[in-house]
């Protein structure tokens, strides 16, 4: 299982890198350049989880060309070894962000007069919960097209996918007022501050989730299309 998602890492390591380089912009950006500090925390997390999922998923239709899902099934690995890669791949990813932003807040510090308020570990668990969230939505949604037959299922399914990743989207646009239509300091706002504080839940629903696409991707009628 191992050696097989150090072989997934390295053939996609030019992607991976490009993310990782756009992350650790992000990050300078962020920081030298948001001057309302109750801003930063959220941009930060909407970054980690827009760019993360890029960096896993921004080669998905090379990926299915090359029927790398088919190629993995002939190897000597069960299928939930495979699985697992799958969820292990995105956490990876999320890991080294995690490490590089770190990284920018040790190098904006010095040039920076004012303070950098860092997320908190409360803050990064419940980031984590999304990103396990709606990678476990992707994955799920790459295996039932597979699995269902009936176009008006796959197309339930896709739609589904897109409202939970932009609903993942929207409590971040929200707290920052993107584009001024959110409004300042509105009772919405202040709640979903209160929420990405209370990781709980969202680690739960990521968890079982993954779980749950690891039993699909078990169960799929066949792999030769991926």
């Known amino acids: 299982m191992w050696r097989l998602l150090r072989a997934e890492v390295l053939y996609d390591r030019l992607r991976i890198g490009l993310f990782l380089f756009l992350c650790l912009a992000a990050f300078l950006t962020i920081w030298l350049g948001v001057k309302w500090e109750r801003n930063r925390v959220p941009m930060i997390m909407l970054m980690v989880l827009v760019l993360s999922l890029s960096a896993v998923y921004g080669g ?3 990926r299915v060309i090359q029927k790398r899902d088919r190629l993995h099934v ?39 007069s004012y303070r950098l308020t860092m ?3 409360a803050h990064l668990f419940t980031l984590t919960g999304f990103v396990l969230i709606v990678n476990a939505l992707t994955l799920l949604h ?3 097209r597979v699995t269902f037959t009936k176009k008006y299922l796959r197309v ?7 409202v939970a990743f932009f609903g993942a989207l929207l409590p971040f ?5 993107f584009l001024g239509v959110f409004g300042e300091n509105t009772p919405a706002q202040n709640l979903l501050i209160q929420l990405l504080a209370s990781p709980v839940g969202f680690m739960a629903a990521g968890i079982i989730l993954s779980v749950l696409s690891c039993v699909i991707f078990n169960k799929r ?3 030769v299309g991926s």
């Open 74 to 112: 002939l190897l000597p690995v069960s299928l939930w070894h495979i699985g697992m890669v799958h969820l292990l791949y995105s956490f990876f990813v999320l890991a080294i962000i995690y490490f590089l932003l770190f990284v920018s807040v040790i190098v904006a510090r010095p040039i920076v």
């Open 173 to 177: 646009y929200m707290i920052t007022n």
């Open 60 to 62: 998905e239709k090379n």
């Open 142 to 144: 790459r295996d039932l």
């Open 221 to 223: 009628r066949s792999y």
């Open 119 to 121: 997320p908190t570990l």
């Open 156 to 162: 339930l399914i896709l739609v589904f996918w897109f």
